[in-house]
C-alpha cells in the first residue's frame, strides 16, 4: 500500500485533492511501486519561486520541483516503507504551461505529477527533449492512464 500526502501554500484548497492523490497513486501502480509514502505540496508561483531559489539558487519559479528523500523506514504498523520524497506544484505555472502547450489544465496536472514521481523514482533528463527516455516514459504513461482525470 503506497501513502500518499497532499498540502498546500499560498492556494486555496482544491476540492480535487482526492482525485490527485488516486492519479498519483495509480502512477505508482503502473510503476509496479508498493509501500511507498511521499507527499505533495501544491502552491502558487511565489511559493514555487522561494523552493526554487532556496534549493536550485535559481530566483525564479517553475512548474514542478522533486525532492528525493529514498531512504526505509520501518512502521510499526505497515513495516519497511520507501520514504521516496516531496514534489512541489506551481499551479499558477501549471495554467500558463497548459496555455503554452494547448492541452487542458488537467492534462498539464497530471502529466506534472507524473513527471515528479518519475523523479523520485530515480529518473532524470539532460534536457526537455521529448526523446529523452524519462520524458518518453512519461508520456508512455500518459496515454495508458489517459481516461483518468483530476479536475473536474
Known sequence: MNRIEVAVEGIEEPAWIS???????K????????G???????????????????YRSKDE??????FALGETVRD???GDRWVAGDIAIS???????????????????????LHGIL?????DHEDNDPERPMLRLQEEIMAELTGERILP
Open 27 to 34: 502512477v505508482l501502480v503502473r510503476l509496479g511501486r508498493d
Open 76 to 78: 510499526e504498523e505497515f
Open 119 to 123: 523523479h523520485l523514482d530515480g529518473n
Open 19 to 25: 482525485a490527485f492523490i488516486a492519479f498519483a497513486g
Open 91 to 113: 499551479l499558477d505555472m501549471l495554467a500558463g504551461n497548459a496555455e503554452y502547450f494547448g492541452v487542458s489544465q488537467d492534462e498539464e496536472l497530471r502529466r506534472l505529477a
Open 36 to 54: 511507498w509514502d511521499l507527499s505533495f505540496l501544491l502552491c502558487d508561483d511565489a511559493t514555487m519561486k522561494s523552493l526554487n531559489s532556496q
Open 61 to 66: 519559479s517553475t512548474d514542478v520541483l522533486s
